[in-house]
């Protein structure tokens, strides 16, 4: 299996930041990265498709880098809305896993 | 509206089954497979596999053979996911989740709200 490595749990950040999380494949994934944002006792919602790729609807602030292993989640200025877990997911082969998570919290 | 929605939480005792059902509404149910993904309580998730629904075919992750059973009703646009002979590790928010292709890869779009199964006696 693919392991995701998401190095920082957590985070604490204040609105307006630049933020970064880093995901690590343990083999290429060429571009199949997802990430996935989650609120406290809500569903996931699908940010970015093949590592760099905006779903429709979600925010420009959001943007997604990275090929091979390694991947960045990016977050311009960060709104309140935007404390949450992230989550990045492979999609290159099955089983499809996931890793961590990073926690941003306000600081 | 394109949205999953899951049926409600559920309390049962080890050794017990559940069958947590997902309806499918303003989409063609039968041209996206539906992923199943466990999350126990403060955890991460565990991808537990998918089903085809044009075919029904399902395929389990390595973990998840055995016990649990995905399933269909096209005619009512549901998936299922039975768990059977519970035990309290089982604990956790099961979430069903559309696949879809899109810039050449896989992801999951849309997910349900998520229903919690707990395990206790």
């Known amino acids: 299996d693919i392991q995701m490595t998401q190095s920082t749990s957590s985070l604490s950040a204040s609105v307006g930041d630049r933020v970064t999380i880093t995901c690590r494949a343990s083999?290429?994934?060429?571009?199949?990265l997802n990430w996935y944002q989650q609120k406290p006792g809500k569903a996931p919602e699908l940010l970015i498709y093949a590592a760099s790729s905006l779903q429709s609807g979600v925010p420009s602030r959001f943007s997604g880098s990275g090929s091979g292993t390694e991947f960045t989640l990016t977050i311009s200025n960060l709104q309140p809305e935007d404390f949450a877990t992230y989550y990045c997911q492979q999609s290159y082969n099955i089983p499809r896993t996931f890793g961590h998570g990073t926690r941003v919290e306000i600081k | 509206q394109v949205q999953l929605v899951q049926s409600g939480s559920e309390l049962k005792k080890p050794g017990a089954s559940v069958k947590v059902s997902c309806k499918a509404s303003?989409?063609?149910?039968?041209?996206?497979?539906i992923n199943w993904v466990r999350q126990a309580p403060g955890q991460g998730f565990e991808w537990m596999g998918w089903?085809?629904?044009?075919?029904?075919?399902?395929t389990y992750a390595q973990g998840f053979t055995g016990r649990f059973v995905f399933s269909l009703d096209t005619s009512v646009n549901t998936a299922y996911l039975q768990v059977s002979s519970l035990k309290a590790e089982d604990t956790a928010v099961y979430f069903c989740?559309?696949?879809?292709?899109?810039?050449?890869?896989?992801?999951?779009?849309?997910w349900g709200q998520g229903t919690l199964v707990t395990v206790s006696s």
């Open positions: 089903i085809n629904t044009n075919t029904g075919n399902p």
């Open positions: 989740a559309k696949e879809v292709v899109a810039a050449g890869g896989k992801n999951l779009q849309l």
């Open positions: 083999q290429s994934i060429n571009i199949w």
């Open positions: 303003g989409y063609s149910f039968t041209s996206y497979a």
